[in-house]
C-alpha cells in the first residue's frame, strides 16, 4: 500500500496543473502548487492616484514563502473554528488539502436556484465571513468561488494573499466585503434581482459593523467621477459589462439611506 504521501508526490510530478484533485483510499485531496504571488501593476499604479480600498496591492511573495503563509494560515483559522480543509501534507513544492465539496459559485450561478436556496447559501456565506472578521481576521480573497460547500457547511479557502503590515485591519474587512458583494454582480444567470441592502444589513448585523453603510458611501463618493463617466453615453458603449455592473452596484450603494 503506498502512503497519501507517495501518491501525492508522484502525481504532482506527473500533473503540471497548479491546483487538482487526487483520490486516495476513496477520499478525494486537493494538490495546490507552491507559486510566487505578485502584485498586479496596473492596480500599484493606479492605487498611487487612487488610494481605494479594492486596489490595494497584495505583497510579492515567494513560492515558499507563499506556501508557508497559506497552510500557516488554514491551520491558524481551523484552530479559530473557521471551516477551511485540514492540510494533509506540505512539503516545498506543493501542499494536500482534504476535500471541501464544490465551489458555491457553481451553486449560485445555476439558473434554476431558487430564491429560499440562494439566500441560504448567502446567510451561510455571510456567516463564515463574519467569523473571520469578528476574530479580527481577514480572508484577502472573498470572492464566492473562493468559498465551498459540503455536508450543509461552507467552507473557506485560498487564503494567499497577504498585504503590508502598515495596512491596518479593518480596511481588510472592508476590502473583504467589497470583493465579496463585487462577485454577486457578475450573476447573470439568476432569475431574480440580487438584494444587495439585505447582504449589507446581514453582515452589518453578524459583525455587529454600524459604520458600513457610510464606510460605503465614502467608497462610491470617491468613485463618483468615474460613475459619472461611466454614465456618458459614447464611454457607456465601450465598457465591458463586468465595469458597468460595478458602477451600477455603486450607484445603488450611492442611494443608501443614512
Ligand atoms: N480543499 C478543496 N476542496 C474542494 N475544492 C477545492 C479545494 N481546494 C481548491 N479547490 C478547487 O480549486 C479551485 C482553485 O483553488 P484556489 O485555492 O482557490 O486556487 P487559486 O489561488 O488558483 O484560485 C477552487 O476554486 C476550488 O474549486
Ligand atoms: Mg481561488
Same mark, same amino acid.
Not at 481576521?137 to 468561488?145: K, L, N, S, Y
Given at each position: 500500500m503506498s502512503s497519501l504521501e507517495e501518491i501525492a508526490k508522484k502525481e504532482f510530478l506527473s500533473n503540471s496543473a497548479e491546483i487538482f484533485p487526487i483520490e486516495f483510499e476513496n477520499q478525494r485531496y486537493w494538490i495546490k502548487r507552491a507559486r510566487q504571488t505578485k502584485a498586479n501593476k496596473i492596480q500599484k499604479f493606479f492605487y498611487r492616484f487612487f488610494p481605494l480600498e479594492l486596489l490595494i496591492p497584495s505583497l510579492n511573495k515567494t513560492a515558499l514563502q507563499a506556501l508557508d503563509y497559506e497552510t500557516s494560515k488554514l491551520e491558524k483559522f481551523r484552530s479559530l473554528g473557521i471551516n477551511t480543509p485540514k492540510v494533509v501534507y506540505k512539503c516545498d513544492d506543493f501542499f494536500v488539502l482534504e476535500d471541501c465539496g464544490n465551489s458555491v459559485n457553481a451553486y449560485l450561478r445555476d439558473k434554476n436556484i431558487t430564491k429560499e436556496k440562494f439566500y441560504d447559501f448567502v446567510e451561510k456565506l455571510l456567516f463564515e465571513l463574519a467569523k473571520i472578521h469578528n476574530q479580527n481576521?481577514?480572508? /484577502? /480573497?472573498?470572492?464566492?468561488?473562493n468559498f465551498t460547500y459540503k455536508n450543509d457547511n461552507v467552507y473557506v479557502i485560498d487564503l494567499e494573499e497577504s498585504f503590508s503590515n502598515s495596512t491596518d485591519i479593518e480596511t481588510l474587512k472592508f476590502r473583504d466585503f467589497l470583493l465579496f458583494i463585487l462577485s454577486f454582480v457578475k450573476m447573470k444567470e439568476l432569475s431574480f434581482e440580487v438584494d444587495y441592502f439585505f447582504i449589507i444589513n446581514r453582515y452589518k448585523e453578524l459583525t455587529k459593523s454600524d459604520d458600513l453603510t457610510q464606510k460605503l458611501r465614502n467608497f462610491s463618493k470617491k468613485i463618483s467621477f468615474f460613475i459619472w463617466l461611466s454614465n456618458v453615453s459614447f464611454i457607456k458603449k465601450r465598457l465591458g459589462s463586468d465595469v458597468k455592473n460595478f458602477f451600477k452596484l455603486f450607484e445603488i450603494l450611492n442611494s443608501l439611506e443614512k
Open positions: 481576521e481577514f480572508h /484577502g /480573497g472573498t470572492q464566492i468561488r
